[in-house]
């Protein structure tokens, strides 16, 4: 399995960025993917956070601004950032957990483990 991040880059304050990941590997369904970041100096924080079903869960500091999709059909989950701020600066990276994956043998094996893409940077200028 793996998650491939992209679309991050340099933006001025208000602008906009949409960040799209896609999941690829041996995969049925993926029960939770989100978006996570990391500023410099700072721990890892949620960011978005978005079921297969449709629910969704933002951090305080984004919501109203980004919003989070996913297209299930195609593993991917998208993070669509609006009136970015100059603390929104972070790498920013997808998450998955909860995969039901499919062995060699054809069994089904569902996947408690979180994992991650490699990050994208997003730089947010005053």
């Known amino acids: 399995v793996q998650l491939q991040a992209s679309g991050g880059g340099l933006v001025q304050a208000g602008g906009s960025l949409r960040l799209p990941c896609a999941a690829s590997g041996s995969i049925l369904r993926i029960d939770n993917m989100g978006w996570y970041r990391q500023a410099p100096g700072k721990e890892r924080e949620m960011v978005a956070t978005?079921?297969?079903?449709?629910?969704?869960n933002y951090a305080d500091s984004v919501k109203g601004r980004f919003s989070i999709s996913r297209d299930n059909a195609k593993k991917m989950v998208y993070l669509q950032m609006n009136i970015l701020k100059p603390e929104d600066t972070a790498v920013y990276y997808c998450?998955?957990?909860?995969?039901?994956?499919?062995?060699?043998?054809?069994?089904?094996?569902?996947?408690?483990?979180?994992?991650w893409g490699g990050g994208t940077l997003v730089t947010v200028s005053s």
């Open positions: 978005a079921t297969s079903g449709g629910s969704a």
């Open positions: 998450n998955a957990r909860g995969l039901t994956t499919v062995l060699p043998s054809g069994e089904f094996v569902v996947d408690g483990e979180d994992y």
